[in-house]
């Protein structure tokens, strides 16, 4: 039984996925970047020690990406900071499809004044511009010394929304079926219905639109780090950045200009995974999109 449903979940999910030539280069960019956070760091050794004496020094076989304004290998900080950069990309993504899951759903079954204050709150969420919000909510935490959780709360906080929107339209087709209605008779009780009999069945579109929120939550944690909001991690790559422009002053030396390119081009490469995989999994489920391939 187990292996019939983990072959109908391949043969309905996995292989689209890897037919279709977005999702698969995205997960092969993706994957590459997980690895580099994983496994990276184990193979890759950190020395943060100064040495002036090697200071923005070109790309090498010594130093593959050069070295920074205290001598330090730019290659070295790069896989290091992808894992926190990994990291938080997932955790702000994961924690994001919880509670807009838990809105979604709450508010697609909920009738009466609780559905109402429900559907409030997801509207505020949506009409304020994230961005800045997020901007003024992490100014308040900017003396605080966040860990990855944290910042990764501070994220989802202004991802969830839109996903609770589409999910309560959805849960608003489902409770009407026939199931929901023996439940009902059964005296389930409200949670088993919520999150045994509607939640099961969302797993799909929950699993997309993670997948989806995987770009906005880069953009967001990236972003964060970069205006230097958000204390964490010297080596995270919204940090280097900030300090290659902002401090160092890299722009101002011909020499020091391989330091903040290197840094760009893997957040630009990073970034592009998570939109090649997100629109490629858009058009596998997405019969619209897919009708227009």
Do not use: C
């Amino acid at each position: 039984m187990r292996k019939k449903r983990f072959s109908n979940f391949y043969y309905d999910y996995i292989q689209p996925i890897l037919t279709n030539k977005k999702s698969l280069m995205g997960l092969i960019i993706l994957s590459f970047f997980i690895l580099m956070a994983t496994i990276g760091p184990l193979i890759v050794p950190l020395n943060m020690n100064s040495n002036f004496a090697e200071r923005y020094q070109k790309p090498s076989l010594k130093h593959p990406f050069g070295t920074d304004y205290f001598g330090v290998d730019i290659f070295q900080q790069i896989v290091h900071g992808s894992r926190s950069v990994i990291s938080l990309t997932l955790l702000a993504s994961l924690f994001a499809v919880v509670i807009g899951t838990i809105f979604g759903v709450a508010r697609g079954y909920i009738e009466g004044i609780a559905g109402k204050i429900l559907d409030t709150i997801i509207t505020v969420f949506l009409v304020i511009p994230s961005f800045p919000a997020l901007l003024i909510l992490a100014a308040i935490f900017t003396n605080a010394k966040l860990n990855a959780v944290e910042i990764a709360l501070l994220v989802a906080i202004w991802l969830w929304a839109p996903l609770a929107k589409q999910i309560s339209a959805q849960v608003l087709t489902i409770k009407s079926k026939e199931f929901i209605e023996a439940s009902k008779m059964l005296n389930m009780g409200l949670g088993y219905i919520l999150f045994s009999d509607i939640a099961k069945l969302l797993i799909p579109y929950i699993f997309i639109n993670f997948v989806t929120q995987i770009k906005s939550a880069m953009e967001f944690s990236i972003g964060l780090m970069f205006l230097g909001l958000a204390k964490f991690d010297p080596t995270h790559w919204g940090i280097m950045l900030n300090y290659a422009l902002y401090q160092a002053g890299a722009l101002y030396t011909p020499k020091g200009f391989h330091y903040p390119f290197f840094i760009i081009l893997n957040i630009v490469l990073l970034i592009y995974g998570g939109i090649l995989l997100a629109q490629g999994i858009e058009e596998v489920f997405n019969p619209k999109l897919r009708g227009h391939e």
